[in-house]
Structure formats: structure tokens, C-alpha cells
């Protein structure tokens, strides 16, 4: 591949990161109370239908383990997740979603897709193994 294609493929995605991290972040917050982090880990979690480790989720949302600690802590106070040690694993912690949390994701999902959907609509077809 050529180099300025890939270099200018780079450029791409991180605009349209950029764009969609800052709509997601305007009417996720503004509607739902979320940020675009708080509504991905509500999301994967809901995704999986189980709780799961904070080292899963890490790998997943693509956070620090630090910045995830982070969220899921607001998530926490804010009673949409809560954390139980792991009783195999002393050091593991597993996050739980709330029926708070589910009802606060269900409200929030249309309006994430919405966006996404506004943001990408112009973009490129994706290859088949994103979906």
C-alpha cells in the first residue's frame, strides 16, 4: 500500500473519530447525562449480558486501565454499574450493570446510533469483518 494512501487513511479515521467523539459527547451528555466512555461500557456490558472484568472491559473500550477505573467509578456513583471482587481472584473486579444502568443505556442507545449514523453517513463502505 502507498504511503500517502496510508498516511492519508490515518488522517481520515482520526477525523471522523474526532467528529464523532465530539457529537457523542454534546448529545449523549446533553440528553442522558452520559459521556461517549460512561455509554460504551454501559454498552459492551450489555452487549455481553454478564458482568465482567475490569481487564475485559479495559481490552474493549480501549481505555487505560486507570481512565477505566475512572468511568466505571462515576458509573458507580452514579448507580448504573456496580463492582464485586471476584471470589477466586482477590485482585479481579467484576462490573455489574444495574436495571438503573440498562434503563439509562436503553434510553441513550437511539441516540448514540443516531449519531453514528449521522456521522458516518457520507463514509466509505467498510469492510465486511467490521460488522
Do not use: N
Amino acid at each position: 500500500m502507498d504511503e500517502q494512501v496510508v498516511v492519508g487513511t490515518w488522517h481520515y479515521v482520526l477525523a471522523m473519530h474526532s467528529k464523532a467523539m465530539c457529537a457523542l459527547e454534546r448529545e449523549l451528555g446533553d440528553r442522558h447525562g452520559l459521556g461517549p466512555s460512561e455509554f460504551e461500557v454501559l454498552d459492551r456490558i450489555v452487549h455481553h449480558d454478564r458482568k465482567l472484568r475490569l481487564q475485559e472491559l479495559c481490552d474493549e473500550v480501549h481505555l487505560s486501565q486507570s481512565a477505566l477505573s475512572r468511568v466505571v467509578a462515576r458509573l458507580e456513583k452514579a448507580g448504573l454499574v456496580s463492582r464485586d471482587a471476584c471470589s477466586s481472584d482477590r485482585r479481579g473486579v467484576f462490573v455489574c450493570i444495574t436495571p438503573e444502568g440498562r434503563a439509562r443505556h436503553a434510553q441513550a442507545l437511539p441516540t448514540q446510533r443516531a449519531v453514528l449514523q449521522e456521522v458516518f453517513a457520507e463514509a466509505p463502505a467498510l469492510p465486511a469483518l467490521v460488522r
